[in-house]
T-cell receptor, first 118, second 110 residues
Framework: DTGVSQNPRHKITKRGQNVTFRCDPISEHNRLYWYRQTLGQGPEFLTYFQNEAQLEKSRLLSDRFSAERPKGSFSTLEIQRTEQGDSAMYLC??????WGQGSTGELFFGEGSRLTVL | GQQVMQIPQYQHVQEGEDFTTYCNSSTTLSNIQWYKQRPGGHPVFLIQLVKSGEVKKQKRLTFQFGEAKKNSSLHITATQTTDVGTYFCAEKKYGNKLVFGAGTILRVKS
């Protein structure tokens, strides 16, 4: 399967613990995005990378959240000292964007990592 | 917060009936993308609209972008049970960042 891969798919943790999610994008895609989705809402943007550079972080992303994409391939999203309000589906998406030609900028989403904080 | 408003939040139709969801913005949209998310699934890209007044069709789905580029709609003709899911519109910002609406949940009774 050459789609976006996320793991773990489900994570149950106790309040105060740290969790880390991993995303493997489609291999030729240069952009990688993290979104958070809660029940009944659309995905909310958290952050995105172009290659290994983190270009934007949402104000939703508190200091407890950190994301990396060290070699411009896979990415990790770490949440420290989890709170119950962090419970959500964390979606990763990737896209390929190049200058000089039109592209839809279509995002390819992974299946998500569902976090439950008890 | 979300800058595009979608209505209705929820619609339950009889199989074979038509369905329309609307996406509205108070500001001019540079473009609009539509995604479908099946229950328990992830968002899947359907289409992008860029031009004022643009209309695109995909089989039973018709997508429109308003003349003022402040609204968009998705119309499904003769719904089928496979159309079940949540339909999201999203504005593509710089960096291909998407700002999603809250979505319209479609349920189809067979």
């Amino acid at each position: 399967d050459t789609g976006v891969s996320q793991n773990p798919r489900h994570k149950i943790t106790k309040r105060g613990q740290n969790v880390t999610f991993r995303c493997d994008p489609i291999s030729e895609h240069n952009r990688l995005y993290w979104y958070r989705q809660t029940l009944g809402q659309g995905p909310e943007f958290l952050t995105y990378f172009q290659n290994e550079a983190q270009l934007e972080k949402s104000r939703l992303l508190s200091d407890r959240f950190s994301a990396e994409r060290p070699k411009g391939s896979f990415s990790t999203l770490e949440i420290q000292r989890t709170e119950q309000g962090d419970s959500a589906m964390y979606l990763c998406a990737s896209s390929f964007t190049f200058w000089g030609q039109g592209s839809t900028g279509e995002l390819f989403f992974g299946e998500g990592s569902r976090l439950t904080v008890l | 917060g979300q800058q595009v408003m979608q209505i209705p939040q929820y619609q339950h139709v009889q199989e074979g009936e038509d369905f329309t969801t609307y996406c509205n913005s108070s500001t001019t949209l540079s473009n609009i993308q539509w995604y479908k998310q099946r229950p328990g699934g992830h968002p899947v890209f359907l289409i992008q609209l860029v031009k004022s007044g643009e209309v695109k069709k995909q089989k039973r789905l018709t997508f429109q972008f308003g003349e003022a580029k402040k609204n968009s709609s998705l119309h499904i003709t003769a719904t089928q049970t496979t159309d079940v899911g949540t339909y999201f519109c999203a504005e593509k910002k710089y960096g291909n960042k998407l700002v999603f609406g809250a979505g319209t949940i479609l349920r189809v009774k067979s």
